[in-house]
């Protein structure tokens, strides 16, 4: 039993469809393996067991995902489950419905199954920021996960999950991917419908998934995508199936090498691998080309104009009159809401919803709101001439592996600079993903390095072929840290 945790999502299903292995027994060994190493890890808030056992039971496994338990993190809704976004503030709260990811995950035969950890509101880059405690990096639990989901991308790491689903406003699925090692995919503005996502930045967001491997995002990918009435955000455009072009080579493919991504500042041990890996795609038939994204220095401060003003109004809703936390005592409605609030949130919570509410109010609102959406739109514009140019873009995920817990708390600004590769992404609308491409090797233990490529809007399927003909070519995503691992091939060989 101890090797089927580690399958990938597509390797369960054909055991299940085969009937080498039932539903149950696959979710039974997920329940043990949890039991074992979550102690450490934390990467689950929750676990419905015995609803996830009656799904397993009544599981129809000739589905896509059929019998195929999928974290998912507590920011998404699954009616009957616990949603607190890693808030004190909606501690206890139960969903009334489910969000439609969750539906279509369930159409397609998979079992929602736990609630990860993240940071509150997924306001964070290290799992840090959650209400009820860190998540510990499997590859070393000194070190963080990365964030905001940490839970997710942990769990997928320590074969915890066989996959899960995240939500990425500024690289909080792409940069904890990187950070524990697995395939995180940012899909486009527009791909993924957030209803019954709780919302944080809605002109950013998006649910993605994590895997241990490029197919299985796919796999997740074909079930999740599509246009969805209940968001009117999400497209029209056409779902393909997204695995339809894995396998396919990379002659004739052009990967864009961002000047401005390549300028010192980031750790040597990542920017070798990533140049590594970009010499691999040349040898793979890839042609490399440099190409320009001029504005790149403004998008870290962009997004925190933008998506903090998004907070303040989104975040509003917090104000324990409908559900959620309520103050004990208050004499009038206006301190009602204020000590709801005061205990409620925590502080890099507070923090974005005052400096969104900043940034909003009259006489700011033209110097800074006004202004960032300006920058905003010059920053598309470089991903938008940069596509004329190349098929996708090639760069790091995360400018350095994962930190220590509590090294950087005392210092958001060195916090924010997390995402500094992962944010024009979400400014831009277009789509990315972050997949192994080596290890750091960090007071004698390997940490994961994440190579990110990103891909033109709406054109996931080539963006995941461009991600697979490299993952297949190397061994860097059967890499499995010290605790999970079981053959040599696991083990040997971390160096770059
Ligand atoms: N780390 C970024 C932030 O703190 C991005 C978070 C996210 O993508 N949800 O806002």
Known sequence: MSSLISLSVAELQAQLRAREVSPVEALQALQARIAAVDGTIHGYLAHDDAAALEAARHADVSLPLGGVPIAIKDVINVRGQQCTCASKILEGFISPY????????????????GRTNMDEFAMGSSTENSAYGPTRNPWDPARIPGGSSGGSAAVVAADEAFAALGSDTGGSIRQPAALCGCVGLKPSYGRVSRFGLVAFASSLDQIGPFSKNVRDSALLLNAVAGRDPLDSTSLEEPVPDYTALLGRDLKGVRLGMPKEYFVGGTDPQVDQAVRKAIAHYESLG????????????????????????????NLARFDGVRYGHRTAEAENIIEHYRRTRAEGFGPEVKRRIILGTYVLSSGYYDA?????????????????RAFEQVDAIICPTSPEPAFKLGDRSDDPLRMYLADIFTIAVNLAGVCGVSLPCGFA????????????????????????????????????????????????????????
Do not use: C
């Open 98 to 113: 489910d969000a439609t990811v969750i539906t279509r995950l369930k159409a397609a035969g998979a079992i929602p199954f």
């Open 286 to 313: 890839a042609e490399i080309v440099e190409i320009s994204l001029p504005h790149t220095e403004h998008a870290v401060g962009v997004y925190y104009i933008i998506a903090t003003a998004e907070a303040s109004a």
């Open 368 to 384: 800074y709101y006004l202004r960032a959406q300006k920058v905003r739109a010059l920053i598309r514009q470089d991903f938008t």
């Open 441 to 496: 090797q960090v007071e004698g233990k390997p940490l994961p390095v994440g190579l990110q490529l990103i891909g033109k809007p709406f054109r996931e399927a080539e963006l995941l072929q461009i991600a697979h003909a490299y993952e297949q070519s190397t061994e860097w995503h059967k890499k499995r840290p010290a605790m999970t691992r079981q053959t040599a091939a696991e083990t040997a060989d971390f160096d770059n």
